[in-house]
């Protein structure tokens, strides 16, 4: 086999057996295949695209370049779940201890933010002394004793999607649905669970600002994941606008504790049901309606809440700072924006809002970068929202006075105000099965 051979089938529009995706890809990681070759080759697959079948193959290879996480030492239904990403997106803190508490294990790794989107990882570091770099026997012990934890990518995790993924980075062909479906699958794959909910945000903070595009990932994602053998759902969830009010990371345990003690925002108690909801679906604890009612229950009880704690506690965390949130350390300097006019806010760039929060120390510029845990953004005005001249729009958080002019004019940049409401998007647009 030559891996000229199988880029040219590729250009030509062929479709690509198993045998010469395992060469082409392991011939990478392996150093066999040259950073130009497999460059091409990814062009290649960006202009024709993949079928069903190879890329359900193409990500089982790579799934398979490195560790394969066999997570039978612990017993029951293991599930996970995925965001594409988000700003103020910190469900898997609430949905998490939610499905624990209801029986369904959650031994789950996460990420670190990105670009203008937060990451698990992050904010769960937010509460101190919580350790997320945790080794694989502990994690497992953790989870088989109290049926959670979450914890940061740990071991050799699909190498071929890192090394793809750094390729694509530099080479034009990182928005491609085959190419995006098997990088994040892979590693979801990888890291073990029976079920796993994927949560594609769509709208101008998203990966994917189009409906159409957003559901076109979701059904290559839910195709790879039971072509595996996994069960898989997808939900297509409103990123038009930040979830929720806070936008940081220690803000952001904040509201996902409110939301557990259910005093949280509409928009985000409702989207963490809804994910919860089918999360426990695909573990098969009962229809839809009777998983949402567990999931209300769990929060109503409290039993959600204490899961929650049990994980911190378990991970060295300090809970005193989630019973009584006066006790996270504060931000040195706070600044209110108040409404030059007044009006409807009628769009919010969500995109540039968590940019504004990155300004603020809330996220990495470079990979250097240290973050600044009570940083961020309070939002007191979201997209629909009624608006007087003189009212406040926000509260920007940052240790350093000097942040705040660059986060200011990249915020109040990011809001279009109109003289009457305009329709907001639906929080959950659309189930993928
Ligand atoms: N996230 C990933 O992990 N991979 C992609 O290709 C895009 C987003």
């Given amino acids: 086999m030559r891996m000229f051979d199988i880029i040219a089938k590729k250009r030509d529009g062929g479709v690509l057996s198993r045998e010469e995706l395992e060469f082409a890809v392991m011939g990478f990681v392996n150093g066999q295949v040259p950073d130009y070759q497999m460059s091409a080759l990814l062009m290649a697959i960006y202009l024709r695209g993949m079928t069903e079948k190879e890329t359900a193959q193409l990500t089982d290879v790579m799934a398979h370049s490195g560790d394969m996480v066999d997570l039978s030492a612990i017993s029951g239904i293991k599930a996970d779940k995925h965001s594409t990403g988000g700003v103020g997106d910190k469900t898997t803190l609430v949905i998490a201890p939610i499905v624990a508490a209801c029986g369904v294990k959650i031994a789950k790794m996460s990420g670190r933010g990105l670009g203008h989107t937060g990451g698990t990882v992050d904010k769960m570091e937010a509460v101190p002394g919580t350790q997320t770099a945790v080794d694989r026997e502990r994690f497992f012990a953790q989870v ?26 530099v080479t034009a062909t990182i928005g491609c649905v085959p190419l995006i479906a098997s990088s994040i699958m892979s590693k979801k794959l990888a890291a073990g669970s029976d079920c796993i909910l994927l949560d594609v945000k769509t709208g101008n903070g998203a990966f994917m600002k189009t409906l159409d595009d957003s559901i076109e990932l ?32 220690s803000l952001e345990v904040i509201e996902s504790v409110e939301v557990l003690k259910g005093h949280g925002p509409a928009d985000l108690t409702e989207v963490c049901y ?23 229950e769990a929060v109503a009880s ?15 965390g300090d809970v005193s700072v989630l019973d009584d949130p006066d006790k996270f350390q504060k931000a040195k300097f706070s600044r209110p924006l ?45 997209t ?50």
């Fill in 338 to 382: 108040l409404a030059a006019e007044s009006g409807y806010l009628v769009r919010m760039n969500t995109e540039m809002v968590g940019n504004a929060s990155v300004c603020l120390g809330a996220g990495r510029i470079t990979k250097e970068d240290t973050i600044d845990f009570a940083a961020g953004i309070v939002l007191h005005k979201k």
């Fill in 144 to 169: 088989n004793e109290i049926g959670i934890s979450v914890i940061g990518q740990s071991g050799n995790l699909a190498p071929a999607d890192k090394k793809m993924y750094a390729l694509r980075d």
């Fill in 384 to 433: 629909g929202d009624k608006v007087e001249a003189g009212e406040c729009l926000a509260t920007l958080y940052a240790d350093h006075e000097e942040k705040f002019a660059a986060a200011e004019e990249m915020f109040r940049a990011a809001l279009t105000f109109g003289p009457a409401p305009e329709p907001v998007p639906a929080l959950v647009m659309a189930r993928v099965t």
């Fill in 218 to 249: 979701a059904k290559a994602m839910v195709s790879i994941g039971q072509h595996n053998g996994r069960k898989v759902a997808a939900l297509i969830t409103d990123m038009d606008t930040p979830l929720g009010h806070n936008i940081g990371n």
């Fill in 302 to 316: 409290g039993a959600a809440y204490e899961k929650l704690k049990q994980m911190f506690a378990a991970q060295g």
């Fill in 274 to 296: 809804q994910l919860a909801a089918n999360m426990l679906y695909l573990a098969g604890k009962g229809s839809l309606e009777e998983c949402r009612r567990m999931a209300e």
